[in-house]
């Protein structure tokens, strides 16, 4: 049984996503980020960095992992699914998951931030980081050009970087022009998995649609950037 810590977040989905793929058993634990309930003893002794997701592996020890992409890696190794065993195939999944970890989250986060969060609008802040998450959107759909998923087969690559990309309209950034990613954006929406992973700990897409609900969201996310 695994234990997951997590919030609705792109971060925390990525875990969620991959825990319904492997059909693994586990159970979820709500982190009231606003709460500040990551900053607590309790949550610091799973994760030191006070942040979400984290995962406790009951059935090996208590093993703690955190870092979501640790915790995809995790994951595919102990049920040898979603990340292939042979060097040069492991090498591919391990790049394309750094391409998400390295670039696709932390631009849109940035975007986030200066588009949604903060209250003062510094354009050239916004402008840099969705150009920025435009720029690495468009590698994602050469590669996808030329293969049906990131990495040859689906792997942990693909729900890591689609955790982040079907956010996009939340960042101000289009899809506008780049065909393979919008097909790879629709096969893994139709995955069932995915449909259930994004929806832990709870369903959030339909308020960020909705006008006054994406503001009262965005409004309690503005305290978080400080933390």
């Not at 750094?98 to 696709?104: D, V």
């Not at 693909?158 to 393979?180: F, K, Q, Y």
Request: charged share 25%; with cysteine.
């Amino acid at each position: 049984m695994i234990d997951l810590y997590t919030a609705p977040t792109p971060n925390g989905w990525k875990a969620s996503v991959t825990l319904e793929e492997l059909g693994l058993p586990y159970t979820v634990h709500a982190v009231d980020l606003s709460a500040g309930e990551q900053k607590t003893e309790a949550f610091l002794r799973i994760n030191p960095n006070g942040r979400i997701p984290a995962i406790v592996d009951r059935t090996n020890g208590d093993f703690a992992v955190f870092e979501s992409g640790a915790i995809l890696i995790y994951l595919a190794g102990m049920t040898g699914r979603l990340m292939p065993a042979d060097a040069k195939g492991r090498s591919r999944v391990i790049q394309w998951l750094m391409f998400q970890m390295s670039g696709i989250g932390p631009m849109m986060g940035q975007a986030n931030v200066f588009f949604r969060y903060f209250p003062e609008k510094i354009q050239p802040a916004i402008d840099r980081y969705q150009n920025e998450s435009r720029r690495l959107f468009e590698v994602l759909d050469r590669r996808l050009g030329d293969s049906e998923w990131l990495a040859d087969d689906y792997s942990i690559a693909d729900i890591a970087n689609w955790c982040w990309v079907r956010t996009h309209r939340w960042s101000g950034v289009n899809v506008e022009g780049l065909p393979h990613l919008r097909r790879w954006l629709d096969a893994m929406k139709a995955r069932p998995a995915c449909q259930r992973g994004v929806e832990v700990p709870q369903k959030i897409d339909s308020v960020l649609r909705d006008g006054q609900a994406a503001e009262a969201f965005a409004q309690r996310a503005r305290g978080l950037v400080q933390r």
